[in-house]
């Protein structure tokens, strides 16, 4: 027995090991060393966010409940990759590891899920009551349509499916991307991003390593998808710079326009009473400035009081 060449520490969700898989195929494609059998092993690793479903998140305060852990087995040296959906990431990673490559982005949208004929949000009913835990979702939600009621239903993919048809609300709003890699392509009608702009880094997996480790950071660049990994960066350059916690509602999502960088962004009230938002385009490699500057710019509209 050899022992793995490269270890991939991931989440132990049906989504987050679909995710690992996608890296471990990009990584054979691309390096036919990692494709011989036992080259590459994926580990779970059951992180804090995981135990805690039945709280809410943001009560137990912050960020990196779905990182911390593999993380830690990153830098004990107990796996060399990490895999992460990029949305749940914190915005800086601790000394000594790096976000060292991107999978080409998912579909970044939401999606409207609707046990009657809704088709789009204006279609629910007046008082509909949808599922989401997500402050962006829920303030962008509001922002358009304060009749509705937002429910706090949590739990897996199949679990909130089950929970709709179960009658525990009349829509549900989820990740295209997660559907997808879960192979629920067929759930949903696509909300469009200038009705909810997507999360920052929502659809795009990241690859974390040491920063130190020559050898993987060599492997994982041959896999890193520079359109993605430039777009991805713009948006947490924007939130690194509002440092919100996850009681506030951001969201921010760029694209490559014609070789230029489009990056949108917004702030919001949780009740979805007022939205702040900008917007800026640029150089496709200068997303790191325009991501900056598009989150001082809303810093500074939203003023001290506005994020509690
Ligand atoms: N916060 C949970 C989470 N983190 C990443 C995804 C979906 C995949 C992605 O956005 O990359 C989801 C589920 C969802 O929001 O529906």
Excluded: Y
């Amino acid at each position: 027995m050899t022992s793995p060449v490269l270890r991939i520490g991931t989440r132990g969700s049906k989504l987050a090991l679909a995710q690992a898989t996608l890296v471990c195929d990009a990584l054979k494609a691309a390096h036919p060393a990692l494709a011989r059998d036992g080259a590459l092993e994926i580990v779970a690793i059951r992180t804090t966010g995981d135990r805690e479903q039945a709280r809410k998140l943001s009560e137990i305060g912050g960020k990196g409940l779905f990182t911390k852990e593999i993380e830690e087995q990153l830098l004990d040296g107990s796996v060399d990759i990490g895999v992460h959906s990029t949305k749940d990431m914190p915005t800086l990673q601790p000394d000594g590891l790096a976000l060292a490559a991107f999978l080409p982005r998912e579909d970044p949208r939401d999606v409207l899920i609707a046990r009657g004929d809704a088709r789009a949000i204006a279609d629910l009913k007046k008082g509909a009551t949808v599922a989401t835990v997500a402050l962006r979702r829920q303030a962008l939600l509001l922002h358009r349509r304060p009749d509705l009621r937002v429910e706090p239903i949590r739990g897996n993919v199949d679990t909130r499916l089950r929970k709709l048809q179960d009658g525990a609300a009349d829509a549900l709003i989820l990740a295209r991307a997660g559907l997808n890699r879960l192979g629920r392509g067929d759930v949903g009608v696509v909300i469009p991003v200038d009705e909810m702009l997507p999360a920052v880094g929502q659809g795009a997996v990241c690859i974390e390593c040491r920063s130190d480790d020559g050898r993987v950071r060599d492997l994982l660049a041959a896999i890193d998808h520079q359109a993605t990994a430039r777009c991805v960066r713009a948006e947490i350059a924007m939130l690194r710079v509002l440092d919100g916690s996850c009681r506030t509602p951001i969201a921010g999502h760029a694209v490559l326009d014609g070789g230029q960088l489009w990056l949108r962004a917004l702030v919001a009230r949780p009740d979805g009473s007022e939205v702040i938002a900008t917007e800026r385009r640029g150089a496709a490699g200068d997303g790191d400035a325009l991501g900056v500057d598009a989150g001082e710019e809303l810093r500074r509209r939203a003023g001290p009081g506005f994020f509690g």
